[in-house]
């Protein structure tokens, strides 16, 4: 893949860090992005830091992905950091974006109007989610209050999203998803597993190297489901095609070769079904 | 906390970077970390790549952590490219290590003893895993193959675990978690969490920077459970100290103060259980 599709994934928040909370928020990004044709680089989880977050923004960009993603930090509390690392990261400033105003201010003013707050007074607290890096442009928030933030930089489009995960996938849904289809031309990423037994890793391996050599476009990749003594693994085929019999065809090939060197060394298969 | 305490996390594997796995093992690695009083500052997730390998390796090492520790990568196949990686990141040779080759042997031999495999000849996908860079040592992998691997370099421990997490865990436990533990000092992380309701965090925002100034050796980060529409969130207290009396009277402090702004504003608290 070229480096072109390449998108980054910052994941903002001292609970990642301390082991509180499972990132299941950069899987879920992870797993969308690649459907939708695009190649996640890297992953990269950094406190509620300014200084770490400004750093992992600059060395992200230093990469030239297509897209870098941010979740987490743009709430109400000091701790939310984001949008300040990043501004610094890229040395903007931070001012009040006035359709940014406006998308905060109608929140407050309906739930205030459902007696779900005392008050929708914009208090500094709620006006700080509205204040955006110069440039920046509010991203909807269809079940929240602080919206997402795109920014275009050096022709990368990065993105920062809340951290509840509902917030960052409908923002995600709703405005980044047709941006990341757009830029990956339509490319679609083809899997498929199957369940090996009685065959040890080791003795897969170079079974292997053979089947990749002769299909150059699928990816094997042999996961233990336990350790290697118990001889029991998943083999996960993938492809990337903007031509869906093209890809599937490809897969069905390296299965076919695989599955019959398996079979000869005594080794049991079973698709594995999702 | 000192930079003395900093670990850095390295996840190698493509399963990360397209959304297959959820990375439970940077989870299970940061949550012991912090237990065992160190500080995890960053989490890297790259692909099975030998130049991202030694880019995130080269990168982590100019943060001068005390640790870093990486998963994944260490097993017998063409995609297992860990020690490579880190052996090109720090310019070192690769070379076939006596002890690991000792460890890998015996447990080939024994697996054949007990008819779980149908050779225990060492072939080269076997060797593989025990060419280790130069001046490494193997950790003793009790419920699988591939060892561990300790190496010292410029007064950073690093230490290379596999991705299977039974076998990541045990030789954690085993090899690395003493050496963290004496790393710390034998401070030690305390945490204690309420569950509040009825109060927006837009309007709990203010109260966090009064009761974290008056308590500076607390950190207080708030949880929304859904949108902050909802009003409903997670409030969580940590401090770290080589005192548990101590610890422990700090974030009930912090935990009395907060309760009682919060009741005032018509807000309702419950202790969360783990």
């Given at each position: 893949m070229s480096e072109g599709n390449n998108v980054e994934i910052i994941c903002v928040g001292n609970e990642l860090l301390i082991g509180k909370t499972v990132n299941t928020n950069a899987h879920w990004l992870a797993k969308r992005i690649t459907v939708l044709?695009?190649?996640?680089r890297r992953i990269t989880v950094v406190g509620d830091d300014l200084d770490e977050i400004a750093s992992a923004v600059r060395e992200a960009i230093s990469r030239k992905p297509r897209f870098i993603i941010t979740t987490g930090?743009?709430?109400?509390?000091?701790?939310?950091k984001t949008l300040e690392g990043v501004a610094l990261g890229l040395n903007l400033r931070l001012e009040e974006n006035e359709e940014a105003m406006r998308m905060i201010r109608e929140k407050y003013e309906r739930y205030y109007a459902e007696g779900r707050i005392n008050s929708c007074e914009m208090t500094p607290h709620r006006v700080k989610m509205g204040?955006?890096?110069?440039g920046a442009k509010p991203l909807p928030n269809p079940v929240g209050t602080a919206p997402g933030v795109l920014l275009e930089h050096e022709n990368i489009k990065m993105i920062m999203l809340p951290g509840v995960p509902e917030e960052m996938k409908s923002i995600f849904d709703e405005s980044v998803a047709p941006m990341i289809r757009e830029a990956s031309g339509n490319l679609t990423f083809y899997e498929a597993s199957l369940d090996v037994r009685n065959l040890p890793e080791s003795e897969l391996a170079p079974m292997l190297d053979v089947v990749m050599h002769d299909n150059p476009y699928v990816y094997i990749k042999s996961h233990p489901?336990?350790?290697?003594?118990?001889s029991h693994l998943e083999l996960h085929f993938s492809t990337t095609s903007d031509d869906s019999k093209v890809a599937k065809k490809r897969i069905e090939r390296a299965i076919l070769q695989l599955s019959e060197m398996i079979k000869k060394k005594g080794g049991a298969i079973t698709p594995v079904k999702d």
């Open positions: 044709g695009m190649k996640v930090g743009l709430g109400p509390t000091f701790d939310d204040r955006l890096p110069e489901k336990r350790s290697e003594g118990t």
